[in-house]
């Protein structure tokens, strides 16, 4: 139960099955040590999860999280907005996302934006709560998000267009 | 730009925001009678959406089966545990230890038990001698059977008594409770697979004894 949840969590937010277990043992090793200051204030879950994220956060910062720097402002006009191509197949993605093709997709997220997605959409993380741990500003990890799922949707419609040119 | 009407390039910048629900009521309302009307706008809006909707049901990937082994020889190595199977439980389960506890926290120490049961336990056997095997199997049986009892007769008191508790503890308790259930049943899932393995018995009655002191816990809380 909670091994799984901490290797899930390490594994999508570095996108690298090596780096995953050793950041996983991590954060094992770690429990262990700070298990005396549980205090019981919250759920174990809660806590245990908090601690995967700070440590996988730590990891990333050693290596360079801000690939994408998390500090960028609003101003870029285009990078916020879906790409538009006209004439383009319609592929429409709704109520079709394939999990497997979207859990590639967020493989091949740029860090920065894969961080703030893996917290947000599939760790279940509030804004304020993201913003806190990784040290931006709440409005920067909605921008950062929208962004992610812009991409991500770019993505997944890529794939879709190239499965379509295959089969026709 | 982007080629779209200056009202969809605002709408389409604010979309996840909407499906977040970050919006104030008015500007949502405003957005939503925008994608109504806006093919463009509400197509986009649907598959972020649906990448949001599928990213919170993706399936958390099993973790590889060396993982366990190379904490624990981590562990060993850093001299956190020393290398004989049991001390890993003697030292997170100090006699009398637990009764001090927030009970939360016996939840705590019960996962780390269970990561021992699931991942160690099964390679760990200790080369016992026959007769001396079957001594400790059946003296662990006898309290096994002991510690069933005991929690047979406080399971009436303790489930009265979480009703008289303030909502908050009693959550906390109970959520611990089912979590000492789930680790209970491991421990007895571990015991049926290895019916000849004393040290399976010894971590199933450490269950056993701290689900036990978590139900006598409950019994002793005060009510406000």
């Not at chain 2, 463009?40 to 089966?65: G, M, N």
């Not at chain 2, 309290?143 to 047979?152: C, R």
């Not at chain 2, 040290?199 to 689900?211: D, S």
Request: hydrophobic share 35%; glycine share 4%.
């Amino acid at each position: 139960m909670h091994k799984r949840r901490v290797y899930s969590l390490c594994l999508r937010m570095v996108s690298n099955v090596g780096e995953a277990e050793d950041l996983a043992q991590e954060v094992f090793m770690q429990l262990f040590r700070k298990l005396s200051t549980f205090r019981g204030e919250s759920a174990f879950s809660t806590w245990l999860h908090r601690l995967a994220v700070n440590v996988v956060l730590m990891h990333l910062r050693k290596k360079g999280l801000n690939e994408i720097s998390l500090d960028e402002d609003f101003d870029d006009d285009t990078q916020d907005l879906p790409r538009k191509e006209y004439g383009a197949v319609d592929l429409n993605l709704s109520g079709a996302v394939d999990r497997a093709a979207l859990e590639k997709a967020i493989r091949e997220l740029p860090k920065g934006y894969r961080t703030i997605f893996v917290l947000h959409d599939v760790e279940g993380y509030e804004h304020n709560e993201i913003a806190a741990l990784i040290g931006c500003s709440i409005g920067n990890s909605k921008s950062q998000l929208h962004k992610a799922r812009l991409k991500l949707r770019d993505s997944l419609q890529g794939r879709r267009a190239k499965a379509e040119k295959k089969t026709s | 730009m982007n080629g779209l009407p200056a009202n969809c390039t605002e709408v389409q910048r604010r979309i996840s925001e909407c499906l977040d629900g970050g919006e104030p009521p008015d500007e949502e309302r405003r957005l939503k009678k925008h994608l109504d009307e806006c093919w463009e706008c509400s197509r986009v809006y649907e598959d972020l959406k649906s990448i949001k909707e599928t990213a919170a049901e993706l399936d958390a990937p099993e973790p590889p089966d060396t993982l366990w082994s190379s904490v624990r020889l981590q562990l060993v190595q850093q001299g956190l545990v020393r290398d004989r199977k049991p001390t890993l439980w003697e030292r997170v389960f100090p006699r009398g230890f637990a009764s001090s506890l927030k009970p939360a926290f016996v939840g705590a120490i019960l996962a780390l038990f269970v990561i021992g049961i699931a991942y160690y336990v099964r390679d760990s056997r200790k080369d016992l001698p026959p007769s001396t095997e079957s001594a400790v199997l059946l003296e662990v049986q006898r309290a096994e059977s002991h510690y069933q009892k005991a929690i047979n007769a406080l399971d009436a008191v303790s489930q009265k008594r979480l009703q008289s508790l303030s909502p908050e503890l009693a959550q906390i308790f109970t959520d611990n409770l089912a979590t000492m259930d789930y680790y209970l049943k491991e421990c007895q899932d571990a015991a049926r697979k290895n019916p000849d393995n004393p040290l399976v018995h010894q971590y199933l009655l450490v269950a056993y004894e701290k689900k036990a002191e978590l139900m006598q816990t409950i019994v002793n809380s005060d009510s406000q």
